[in-house]
């Protein structure tokens, strides 16, 4: 894991936030037009850094690493004495539209969670998680971030879906796993900081939420995003959320904004966010 060093002058860290705001690399940029860039979940901490902290400059550090790493690797992680974080790319995402989705998520952030203390942000391809508190890193997470299932699926599509995820959550598994069965098609994926016993587990939980709660309506898509992984099936053909845009499961759409607990390091999440709105 990578140091990030601390006490940059505030002068670096403006220059980080605009860089990272508005120079993306060019090979990034063309990259965009590529992938969904689809909000899946944002949330944010209630306790933020001060302006010009050494805490707030380490973030700004932080997350200048993790946006040049995203362009390498489809996954890192990097820590300081104040802040530690990490960024998930899809096992199917080229890495320049890797790059470009971490720093489409910092952009979020940014805007939606400015100086947070702990914040994530998913999108469809990508997540991109930090908190002051280091212990999450490495530790599993089966916490529930969000849940949808899409319309109802022909009474023909039942077996295709559950051998789908029947085959996500067979073990053992690699941290990226697709499926596919007749006219369904399925995705799994895991954060890279937990092991393959806990990636099984995480995934495990995600597919049989899928199955009771998506699959048991006979909905035609779903989605369950937990802590440290998520699983979701469609219909083959169709990708993004734009395929099943009816909430079905969970009452309102629980992906605007959050909330982090310090003190058990669990997202919660709330309907709608203010500020967001």
Sequence with gaps: MTTVQPNMPAAISLLLRLFLLLLPLSSTA????????????????????PAESGAQLDLDSLLSSLANSAALSPYSSFTSSSVSGLYQCGGDLPLPSCAACVRSAIERLSSLCPSAAAAAAQLRPCLLRYSNDSSFLARPDTSLAFRRCGPPSPSSAAADRQAA??????PPGAPFRSAAAGA????????????????GDCVAEAVARLTAECGGAGAASGDVYLGKCYARFWPAGKTGLNHHPALTVGGPDPRICGRFSPSSSSWWWWSRCPKLN
Excluded at 41 to 49: Q, R, V
Excluded at 165 to 170: D, K
């Design 184 to 199: 369904v098609r399925g995705a799994a994926q895991c954060a890279g900081d937990i092991g393959a016993a806990q990636c």
């Design 30 to 49: 063309a990259a965009a037009d590529s992938w969904d860039s689809s909000l899946v979940y944002a949330g944010c901490s209630a306790a933020t850094f």
């Design 165 to 170: 995820l029947s085959a996500l959550s067979a």
